[in-house]
């Protein structure tokens, strides 16, 4: 797939929804791990994945609701 098209679909809701649950799910490994290692570059990572993750879910739900 062409990065250009990838870049255009992830701005739709499904782009953007899809992108969202990959990063809640990275995220969530992220600090799964970190709280079993106790690394701290495991702890930022998880916070930025979850909050790329709730900001993709946000983007999708106004997609949704502003049609």
Excluded: C, P
């Excluded at 079993?36 to 997609?63: C, D, E, M, P």
């Amino acid at each position: 797939m062409d990065l250009g098209k990838l870049d255009k679909w992830h701005h739709t809701g499904k782009g953007n929804l899809v992108f969202g649950l990959l990063e809640l799910a990275i995220g969530y490994g992220f600090a799964s791990w970190a709280i079993n290692t106790g690394s701290l570059w495991q702890y930022v990572l998880a916070i930025l994945f979850l909050f790329g993750g709730a900001k993709n879910l946000f983007a999708a739900a106004r997609h949704l609701f502003h049609r």
